[in-house]
């Protein structure tokens, strides 16, 4: 299993992005999927998750400028920012709780990240 993300790059403040994350490989079901960051020096922090049946849940510090979605048929989570700011310059990172098979039961796999650069 593979998780694969896209979509970072360099936005003026004020600007959005779209972050994609496709998982790939001998997927059976796919539950919580969601969206961390990290900028250098901090530590890892949650920016978004999203259930399976589709409920979300996001940091305070995106709230109202981020939206979490998935594609269940495509294994595939976006996260859409709008309204960037200088502070949401990080490495974003894609995470899913997969079940696959033969051994059938759920891991946690992360993507390699992609980079959000906001500038001022």
């Known amino acids: 299993v593979q998780l694969q993300a896209s979509g970072g790059g360099l936005v003026q403040a004020g600007g959005s992005l779209r972050l994609s994350c496709a998982a790939s490989?001998?997927?059976?079901?796919?539950?919580?999927m969601g969206w961390y960051r990290q900028a250098p020096g901090k530590e890892r922090q949650l920016v978004a998750i999203?259930?399976?049946?589709?409920?979300?849940n996001y940091a305070e510090s995106v709230k109202g400028r981020f939206t979490i979605s998935r594609d269940n048929a495509k294994n595939t989570v976006y996260l859409q920012m709008n309204s960037l700011k200088p502070e949401d310059t990080a490495f974003y990172y894609c995470?899913?709780?997969?079940?696959?098979?033969?051994?059938?039961?759920?891991?946690?796999?992360w993507g390699k990240g992609t980079q959000v650069t906001v500038s001022s």
């Open positions: 490989g001998s997927i059976f079901s796919i539950n919580d």
């Open positions: 995470n899913a709780d997969i079940v696959s098979f033969p051994s059938w039961h759920d891991m946690d796999y």
């Open positions: 999203i259930t399976s049946g589709g409920s979300t």
